[in-house]
Nanobody, 115 residues
């Protein structure tokens, strides 16, 4: 079973930037459509962004469009999320997963944006 390990979360001020990483084990990362999700306090887990296997197709939730960029390095089995112009409402635990064939969830990485 593929294991997912998210990292890069931190406490930042509004307007700041962070880059999240998701390291995947195994040899199937390159054939998976991957995505980032987030769960804010007291809320359900929401989809944030997706990327196709080659990295040349990306999709974003309206709430992050123009501010976040998803990318991947298939040689290193790593998924990224560059987050710019962060807002307090971006505060959440961020997770990565296969968009179509859900894997076991990792522990996530906490992003806290102060106003």
């Amino acid at each position: 079973q593929v294991q997912l390990v998210e990292s890069g979360g931190d406490l930042v001020q509004a307007g700041g930037s962070l880059r999240l990483s998701c390291a995947a084990s195994g040899s199937t990362f390159r054939v998976r459509i991957m995505a980032w999700y987030r769960r804010a306090p007291g809320s359900q887990r929401d989809w944030v962004a997706s990327i196709n296997t080659d990295g040349d197709g990306t999709w974003y939730a309206d709430s992050v469009k123009g501010r976040f960029t998803i990318s991947r390095d298939n040689a290193k089995n790593i998924l990224y999320l560059q987050m710019n112009s962060l807002k307090p409402e971006d505060t959440a635990v961020y997770y990565c997963n296969d968009r179509l064939r859900q894997l076991n969830w990792g522990q996530g990485t906490q992003v806290t944006v102060s106003s």
